[in-house]
Structures are given as structure tokens and as C-alpha cells.
């Protein structure tokens, strides 16, 4: 789960990451009274779920409340990578003498969150990994111990920080570590880290990501959870425990079990159709969740027709049939389905099916094959 | 031949009182599996389809001599069974439960090899021998005993494939789903090994997906090999920085793309299936190479 900026530096600071003071705004109005609480300059950063703020214009500065107004208007509205910016966090400016990377990433090889320190901070951390690696300290965190102080300090020392941010950075870090394993991240960074002209180290910005896994004991976090607009479907789907990812295509794709809907996405492909999403309705699915599977596929207005493909194993064929004919009442008027059904319950499902004068195929390249001729045959 | 479980095998099911465990405990007992007890902290002392049940592994491992379990354990407990089972000197750790924290499992991971466990899953349908039994949740009837050794991240897709197998004739010594999420116990080159060591395997079909680079390191792997194996990659079709269903079928910027691993394949001489339905043609070609 995606969470902003300023609830990533909630939970820093929650562990104890020295952060700038400062609030989230709704309106110029709001930003302008939160400068004016801080005095000072202050930084005006739009808070969407997407990196290269910077560079679209989603960070800017103000040196009194007036300015922070105005530059809050500006913000306020701006649409960055398809995305419309709805609150600003308005904090104190700080006057930054250097900056560095400190990152923790879940890391498949080890099984471990691994960190990774860069003496060059405000860097795109991927960019840097790949072409100069060796400017990139990493170490596996043990999860016997977690990471202890003295092993984060070592690793700011090899990352080659300089001696007055040994000390304070090491606390960081490893508060970074425990704010990433007791909140169930996948990652956490603070880029940059910053050391100030006056001799403070703070975190500057901050990224986190959580695991969804674990929000069920984060219900403080998983209260976060708030629609990306350029996907509300797939925020819908997830209220509703449905796993739905939304594509460009038109054919609209239903099947139990993951490995088998993205096989199923790529054989839509390979006939010459466009997938339009990706939705698993999981195992033993009942007829009611099968009939709200279809429904929710032909809310988005690309979709021009269904391919259910289940292999029933606890799912049963009578089951997903049933869903399918109850569905018919809440789809658009001759949308085109095709099921195809395998395993359990298989021939019964498909009796119910041809009963009700709907198309099914014999597996899943001859069903693929039926949706996609039946949405260009309608043109 | 097989590897990892034969008939021989003495399984407890963790979570067996449940409704899923109980379920799945009839029908492993009804493919044939070993079924010698039950663990259920507080419902010890009673019985499930036939077998005892304990409160603790421990206990289960000292009175039925179990060396391998299955666990359907719900996701807040299911790492903690993991380690319970290690710790009690179980050696084949089989978990089907899907939505585990990934952080208890990167601490299970630490118990799980401390004591030389093998860990199968979590996330995934578990495994089967074809003729000798399975544990997990692989309907057993789709498999027939034979010469092919069957790995793959995805559970149906795996019912799927066997599927087309076994209706074009082909066997299997065994079968496994390894697990969709980003850690698990272990990989695709730990079972090629496996596979590679097993005399009842001639070849090996390898199913993967998006995520992680499990396939581009099997490939690596395979090289070695003395025995043929063919491949299938899916998620052709999906956007880079989505989960697609799988914790660990996510493509993040460059890394775990399909293209990525079908290349790594292709230049390590591999097979790769462009569809399901190619898979039993190119096993027939494997098999005829080796025999």
C-alpha cells in the first residue's frame, strides 16, 4: 500500500527521525495560516502517490505566509503524471548543507530487509544501483537482533558520511530499521537525508511502502488507504476483497487464481485480443462472488465483453455457472461472455450454461479465441 | 521414484481442526498420504478423520515419529507455526496459507534454516507424487504416475498444465507449487537439484511468472543439468509496478519482467513455451532426447 509523504514522517518520527515541523493544507487559506504557525520560510510539497514531484513543478517555496499562499494556489489543482494534487504539506524550510540517501528495501535473495546508505543523496536510488553500484553501501539486516546502533553507524561510516553525522545519522537509521519492521513495510526511505548549516540531521523527505500482508495489525495505517484517481476501480476492488488490476484493453477477464488470470491475460493477447484487467476471484468462489466479479469487470466503460476462465478445484463449475446466468439481470444488454470450465463441476456448470443460451469454450485458447471474435464482430 | 514424499512419509496437518484443514485432510488421506496426526493448540486429545490430534508439534513429532506437515494455519499465526515445526525437528514444512506478513517470514526464515528444515510455499498449493499421495490442496486426480518432474509459482496454473500432461499421456514423478510471494522456502534451483538427483525424472517442466529473478537464476542453473527442462513464463501482459494477485508477481522498474526471464532462458539454450498448450509437446521432445 502507497501511503504519502507526510504519513511516511509520521511514522518516522513516531521512532523517533528528527523531522521538520510542519502540517498537511487543503487550501491556499489553510497553507497560508500553517506558515505563519511556523515563521519562516517554508517548502510548499504536493502530496500524491507519485515520484518526480520536483520536477513537475509539485515543490515550491515560500518566504512568507502571503508567498506560501500563492505558491499552495499554484500547486493546489496541478495534475502531476495523471494525477490531480488535492493537499500540500506545508514544513519549515531548512537550509541544507549536504544531502544523503539512507534506504531499507525487502530484499528476496537474503529473505531480509537490506539497507542501503549513499553518501549522494536526492538521487534516484535504482538509477545509482544500476550504473554505480559501488557508490551504494548495502548489508542484510539480521532479524535475530534487528539493526543494532553500532552496525548502522558502521554502515554510514563505509558509505563514507562524515564524522559529525555518525552519531546522530546512526539513531536514524536505525529508528528507520525499527519503523520498517514494526510497521510491516516493503520499504522506507528518507532521501535526502540532510545535515543542515547548523549541524542538524533530519530527514527531508521520506517514502514508505506497506506490506499489505500486514496491515491487518496496522489498522492505524490501513485507515490511509485512499483512491489513486486515475484508478478508482482498483480501490473499489480492494474494499470489496476483490484482487483487480485495471489494464487498457477491452476484454474484460475473470479466473481463479493468479498464475492462471495472468496466463489467461497473455492468451487474450496472443489471439489478438486487449486485456482490459486482471481479476481473481480466488478459491471456492460462490455464485454470489462470481456475479459480483462480472459486474464490477463491466463498470469500467472500455470493456466490450467477458472471458470468465475458472479450474475448478474447491471452486465449483454449478457455482460459477449460477453467477454468471444471475449476473445477465445487471450487465449491459448483449455484452458477449465466454466461459470456459475445467475440473470440478465442469459439466454440470456448462449444461446450466447452454440452458441459458450462453457461450462456453473448450479450454482456454478456443474461449480466448470466442470473446475476442464476438467484441470485433460487434466492431 | 519421486522426490520429497512417498508413501513412506509420516504427515501431521497443522490447523487441522479447521474448516480447511479438515477438508483437505480427508482428501490428502483419499490420494493415498500417510496421515498420522493433527496439531490444534487446545484440541488436544481429540480426533479428526481418524488421526490424533495435539496441542504442539513437538508433541505430535514424539508420538507419531511425523517428518513432514502441512499447515493451513490462518496468516497472524501461520510464520509461528512454521517455526514450530522447524523446531521440532519436522524436515518437510509444507504451507498453503496465503497472506502471510512478509516480515514473520523473513524471522521464520532464519528458524527454518537454523535447523535444516525444507520449507515448501507459503502461498501455494502445496505438492503431490502421483500415486503415493500429496499434502496440500492439488486435486489428485488431474496427475498420473510418470517420468516428468512439475515446479511452478502458481496453484491453478499448475492444475492446468498437469492437466494437459496427463491427457497427452505424459506422467509425473512429482509435482510441486513452490509459492507466489516474494519469500519463500525455497526456490526453483533448489528443486531442479532435487529433480536432478531423482532417478524416477527424466525431464522437468518449469512453470514461472513475473517477480523477483528465481527464473533468470534456475536458468543459470540449468546449464548444468544432465536432464532436460522445458519452461513457461506467464505474465506477458502485465504493467511494471502492479501486484498482480501473487505478494510476488510484481515488476518492479526493470527487474521480473517476462521478457526478462524468457530471454535469460533462451540464452541458456531452454525451452520456453510460447502458450500452455505447446508445454506437453516439448516434454514428448525433452523425453525423446533423454531416452
Not at chain 2, 189 to 217: H, N, P, Q, R
Request: some cysteine; proline content about 5%.
Amino acid at each position: 500500500m502507497k501511503i504519502h509523504e507526510y504519513q511516511a514522517k509520521e511514522i518516522l518520527a513516531h521512532f523517533g527521525v528528527p523531522i521538520q515541523p510542519g502540517r498537511v493544507a487543503y487550501t491556499p487559506e489553510e497553507a497560508e495560516a500553517i506558515a505563519r504557525e511556523l515563521g519562516g520560510p517554508v517548502v510548499i510539497k504536493a502530496q500524491v502517490y507519485v515520484g518526480g514531484r520536483g520536477k513537475a513543478g509539485g515543490i515550491q517555496f515560500g518566504d512568507t505566509p502571503e508567498q506560501a499562499r500563492t505558491a499552495a494556489a499554484k500547486v493546489l489543482g496541478m495534475d502531476i503524471k495523471g494525477l490531480t494534487v488535492e493537499k500540500v504539506l506545508v514544513v519549515s524550510k531548512l537550509d541544507i548543507k549536504e544531502e544523503y540517501y539512507l534506504g531499507i528495501i525487502l530484499d528476496r535473495k537474503s529473505q531480509a530487509p537490506v539497507v542501503m546508505v549513499s553518501k549522494e543523496g536526492g538521487i534516484d536510488i535504482e538509477e545509482v544501483a544500476a550504473s554505480t553500484p559501488e557508490k551504494i553501501i548495502q548489508q542484510p539486516i539480521d532479524m535475530h537482533w534487528g539493526l543494532r546502533p553500532f552496525e548502522a553507524r558502521d554502515i554510514l561510516a563505509r558509505a563514507g558520511l562524515p564524522h559529525q553525522v555518525i552519531a546522530k545519522g546512526g539513531t536514524i537509521l536505525a529508528a528507520l530499521a525499527r519503523a520498517f519492521i514494526e510497521s510491516d513495510a516493503s520499504l522506507a526511505e528518507i532521501n535526502p537525508l540532510a545535515l543542515t548549516a547548523d549541524g542538524q540531521v533530519q530527514a527531508a523527505d521520506a517514502k514508505i511502502l506497506l506490506d499489505d500482508n500486514g496491515l491487518f495489525r496496522q489498522k492505524e495505517y490501513a485507515a490511509w488507504a485512499e483512491s489513486e484517481e486515475s484508478n478508482p476501480l482498483e480501490f473499489e476492488a480492494k474494499q470489496a476483497g476483490l484482487t483487480y488490476v485495471k489494464l487498457d484493453g477491452n476484454v474484460g477477464i475473470i479466473g481463479n487464481g493468479a498464475g492462471l488470470v495472468m496466463t489467461t491475460l497473455d492468451m487474450v493477447a496472443r489471439v489478438g485480443g486487449k486485456p482490459a484487467n486482471f481479476l481473481d476471484i480466488g478459491g471456492g468462489a460462490k455464485a454470489e462472488v462470481m456475479r459480483k466479479a462480472l459486474t464490477f469487470v463491466a463498470r469500467d466503460p472500455q470493456v466490450k465483453g467477458i472471458l470468465v476462465n475458472i479450474f475448478g478445484g474447491i471452486t465449483r463449475g454449478e457455482e460459477v455457472a449460477k453467477g454468471v446466468i444471475l449476473a445477465q439481470a445487471d450487465l449491459p444488454k448483449g455484452m458477449p461472455i465466454v466461459v470456459r470450465l475445467s475440473g470440478t463441476g465442469a459439466e454440470e456448470g456448462r449444461a446450466m450454461l447452454k440452458d441459458a443460451g450462453l457461450d462456453w469454450g473448450k479450454d482456454m485458447r478456443d474461449a480466448a479465441q470466442k470473446i475476442v471474435a464476438a467484441i470485433n464482430s460487434k466492431g | 521414484m519421486s522426490i520429497l514424499l512417498d508413501n513412506t512419509t509420516r504427515v501431521i496437518v497443522q490447523g487441522i481442526t479447521g474448516r480447511e484443514g479438515q477438508f483437505h485432510t480427508r482428501n490428502m488421506k483419499t490420494a493415498g498420504t500417510n496421515i498420522v496426526g493433527g496439531v490444534t493448540p487446545g484440541k488436544g486429545g481429540t480426533i479428526v478423520e481418524d488421526a490424533p490430534v495435539f496441542d504442539t508439534v513437538a508433541e505430535a513429532k514424539a508420538a507419531t515419529g511425523a517428518n513432514a506437515t502441512c499447515i493451513f494455519v490462518p496468516p497472524a499465526g501461520a510464520a509461528d507455526a512454521i517455526m514450530e515445526a522447524a523446531s521440532a525437528g519436522i524436515e518437510l514444512i509444507v504451507c498453503i496459507t496465503e497472506g502471510i506478513p512478509v516480515i514473520d517470514m523473513t524471522r521464520a526464515m532464519l528458524v527454518v534454516r537454523e535447523h535444516g528444515a525444507r520449507l515448501i510455499g507459503p502461498n501455494c498449493p502445496g505438492m503431490c507424487t502421483p500415486g503415493q499421495g500429496k499434502i496440500g490442496i492439488i486435486p489428485y486426480q488431474i496427475f498420473k504416475p510418470g517420468p516428468v518432474g512439475f515446479i511452478s509459482r502458481s496453484g491453478t496454473l499448475t492444475y492446468e498444465v498437469v492437466a494437459l500432461l496427463t491427457e497427452a499421456g505424459i506422467g509425473q514423478s512429482t509435482c510441486i507449487g513452490i509459492g507466489g510471494d516474494p519469500i519463500i522456502g525455497s526456490t526453483f534451483t533448489d528443486y531442479l537439484k532435487l529433480f536432478e538427483a531423482d532417478a524416477g525424472t527424466k525431464a522437468v517442466v518449469m512453470c514461472g511468472e513475473i517477480g523477483g529473478s528465481d527464473e533468470e537464476d534456475a536458468a543459470e542453473y540449468i546449464k548444468t543439468m544432465s536432464k532436460p527442462v522445458v519452461t513457461f513464463i506467464s505474465g506477458r501482459t502485465a504493467p511494471p509496478g502492479k501486484r498482480m494477485g501473487h505478494a510476488g508477481a510484481i515488476i518492479s522498474g526493470n527487474t521480473g519482467t517476462a521478457q526478462g526471464k524468457v530471454a535469460a532462458l533462451q540464452a541458456a539454450k531452454v525451452p520456453v513455451a510460447d502458450t500452455i498448450f505447446d508445454i506437453p509437446d516439448l516434454a514428448e521432445e525433452a523425453l525423446a532426447r533423454v531416452s
